[in-house]
């Protein structure tokens, strides 16, 4: 008994949690995918369809807009916040004095929701009451930024306020990942005369290969999933202009009694999460298996 | 004594002739879900909630704020297809009949024919409330959506009078852009859009135009030079508008007609709660018109009834069906709303001038075959065929999109939606 016990116990433990992503995760992902292929409206219906429903999305103006933007959201707001994410832990990595506070500012913003950031962005950037108004009092009456309002570049508003909100998190990794390098080798270097910038670039930054892909992998489903900076930003404005992929489908779903559209938009949401995390784990189990 | 005590008896004799209604013994309750939720609908549902007490009934109250009933809309679809729907519902127009497909509205048809309600409602709001032949829904009040506000003194400063043509809007228009005042307070959201277009379609389309294509979604009439002609308005409206306009309120754009700071705004009659809660006096310090053109929008509340199990929750659904439409009600709720009365018959006296006017048009329009729905608030079209109307809409009006473009567009948009 005891053995039998001792065999099966980490099952046992497991079984529970085990069952519940299996209905909860991926039993509703089944769902999600199978009312996609119906013609479900205000009430989710089950009779297949075929792929109606993504007809419909490809061929909406809406989703393309929706769809763009995502890319052009996540390309953006990935790469700047790493660059910038990188700049300033290394400049932190100069051992100056001030270091636990100065972090803690560049974190804080981190500390704020998602709805608070949009919020505060959302005045800040408000021609009629933010910076544009605040420069022109200074007597600068050409001065224009306008972006929030202009559809044009409305969606680079979006990207100002998510780095804002996340760089500080990913300077903290980076940070982390700085001071696990080897020192033995950076002093090795230095002995050597190397020049500090070589030092980073051809030490320490390869170095820190796997903190790039956490960073990477934590940023993007960051933006494949933004749903509350738009909403609180722009409201998915002006007209749709800032509409993404995650509030498209909220429309759907809960403004217009459109399930299958709602579903159909969230399948091409899993897929391009997929397309992003399949080749993550499929790295990081190879590096196991060696 | 005689007087106190005859009150007394009268009101035993109401009770208990609202509780003979609900069929016998049963007590009637209630558990009603809306978004009546800020400041004046709170009241207005608390009217209501006591009215149901005095016909003796229980109410449980489930207000669910947010979205404009988008929230109540998922609590409520939660409920269904948890099999334990609420007695009754605040939901509007088409979805009305949509939920009625889905086979779970109540038939309320006796309380409809025991109070005469085809005689006492509007044709056409009245075909909202029934379901094929029987009638499942009791409607609150009409809101007016085609009205246009405007500040009496800035437009006597600039000598123009409320328009009523369009040409005549464009002309007042560009002589207070040039005397430097915002023409047009207007709040950049998507539904704000709507509301100033289908004020612009009535008005170029005509009431059988905005029938056909906001109504039977008629691609000819879609498609047609007068639909361009409606694009090209509002092309000329976005040029009326300030350049800080996206995403503002639609209180803040009232806010902006009421200091002066801009002359007119197209919005639905809730506006005038704005102007009356800030002091301000109908026809001296603001003026209301409709927006020019023959017809009458309306958007319409109404509570849908599901379909119970039990005589106590039926006898409430009776006792709230049968007081939401009584004349009491009607007065006070709309008096709190801003809205009109949907029964014809409830004596105006206590209602404002825009209210009075509001009522005399809806009776007029219902003689004259332009009583029609508010698309752009969920009274014409399913919510599907609505938004993509409404997409379409807003792109055109936040970017340089030509007008001919739009038309394609909504043709396209609206085939898709289906």
């Known amino acids: ?290 | 004594m005689t007087f106190k005590l005859l009150g007394a008896a009268s009101c035993v004799a109401i009770i208990a002739s609202s509780a003979a209604f609900a069929d016998g013994h049963a007590k009637p309750e209630a558990e009603v879900l809306h978004y009546w939720t800020s400041g004046g609908e709170a009241k207005s549902v608390a009217v209501l909630q006591e009215e149901f007490a005095a016909g003796g009934g229980t109410w449980t109250d489930m207000p669910v704020a947010g979205g404009g009933g988008d929230a109540a809309g998922t609590a409520l679809r939660a409920r269904v297809l948890a099999g334990n729907a609420p007695t009754a519902a605040q939901i509007k127009g088409p979805a009305i009949q949509e939920w009625y497909e889905e086979g779970v509205l109540a038939d309320i048809s006796a309380v409809a024919e025991a109070n005469n309600w085809s005689e006492l409602l509007p044709e056409a709001i009245a075909g909202h409330m029934k379901c094929e032949d029987t009638w499942c829904a009791a409607p609150v009040n009409v809101h007016r959506v085609d009205w246009i506000w405007a500040n009496a003194e800035v437009l006597s400063a600039n000598g123009i009078e409320m328009p009523t043509t369009w040409d005549e809007f464009n002309a007042a228009a560009d002589k207070l852009q040039a005397a430097g005042v915002i023409p047009l307070a207007h709040g950049g959201q998507a539904w704000q859009d709507a509301t100033v277009f289908e004020a612009v379609a009535l008005g170029i389309l005509g009431a059988d135009g905005f029938r056909k294509a906001f109504v039977d979604l008629d691609m000819d009439t879609i498609k047609s030079d007068e639909m361009v002609a409606v694009f090209d308005q509002m092309r000329k409206m976005r040029g009326y508008v300030d350049s800080n306009f996206s995403g503002r309120d639609w209180n803040l754009a009232t806010a902006m007609v009421m200091n002066g700071e801009a002359a007119f705004q197209i919005m639905g009659d809730w506006a005038k709660g704005e102007f009356m809660a800030a002091g301000k006096v109908p026809g001296e310090d603001f003026l209301c018109l409709s927006t020019p053109g023959e017809g009458f929008l309306y958007n319409v509340d109404s509570f849908a009834m599901f379909e119970v199990e039990g005589d106590d929750k039926q006898a409430g659904q009776a006792l709230l069906a049968e007081l939401v439409v009584g004349a009491s009600f009607q007065e006070v709720f709309n008096l709190n709303k801003g809205s009109i009365p949907v029964r014809t018959d409830v004596a105006l006296d206590n209602f404002d001038s825009c209210a009075t006017l509001s009522s005399d048009d809806m009776a007029a329009s219902n003689e004259g075959g332009s009583l029609l729905p508010s698309y752009a608030h969920g009274m014409a079209l399913r919510g599907a065929q609505a938004g993509a109307i409404t997409d379409t809409v807003t792109a055109h009006f936040n970017s340089d999109m030509s007008s001919a473009d739009a038309v394609a567009m909504l043709a396209d948009a609206i085939a898709n939606s289906m």
């Open chain 1, 1 to 290: 008994m005891t053995k039998w016990l001792e065999e099966h116990m980490p099952k046992l433990v497991l079984a529970p949690s085990f069952i519940i992503v299996l209905i909860f995760v991926y039993g509703f992902i089944g769902w999600t995918a199978w009312v996609s292929l119906t013609r479900s409206r205000l009430l989710p219906k089950y009779e297949i369809d075929g792929f109606i429903q993504y007809d419909r999305l490809f061929s909406s103006p809406r989703w393309e807009t929706a769809f763009s933007n995502l890319f052009v959201f996540g390309f953006l707001f990935i790469v700047i916040a790493m660059i910038l994410g990188l700049t300033l832990a290394i400049l932190l990595d100069q051992n100056i004095r001030t270091e636990g506070a100065i972090r803690t500012i560049y974190l804080y913003p981190m500390a704020l929701s998602m709805i608070v950031t949009g919020t505060a962005w959302k005045w800040i950037l408000n021609p009629g009451l933010g910076l544009e108004a605040t420069v022109r009092g200074w007597g600068f009456e050409n001065f224009t930024f306008n972006w929030l309002v202009d559809p044009d570049m409305a969606i680079y508003t979006v990207v100002i306020a998510a780095i804002w909100q996340s760089s500080g998190f990913v300077m903290a990794l980076f940070l982390a990942g700085l001071r696990s390098v080897d020192q033995e080798i950076i002093r090795a270097a230095q002995i050597d005369g190397i020049p500090t910038w070589r030092v980073y670039t051809a030490i320490i930054i390869p170095a820190m290969a796997p903190i790039f892909l956490s960073a990477f992998i934590v940023l993007s489903h960051l933006a494949i999933k933004s749903f509350d900076l738009v909403i609180a930003l722009t409201g998915g404005g002006p007209g749709y202009a800032t509409d993404l992929p995650a509030t498209y489908m909220y429309t759907m779903a809960f403004s217009r009694g459109d399930i299958g559209q709602a579903a159909s938009s969230a399948m091409i949401m899993m897929m391009v999460v997929f397309a992003i995390v399949v080749p993550y784990l499929y790295s990081e189990l190879r590096v196991k298996d060696d």
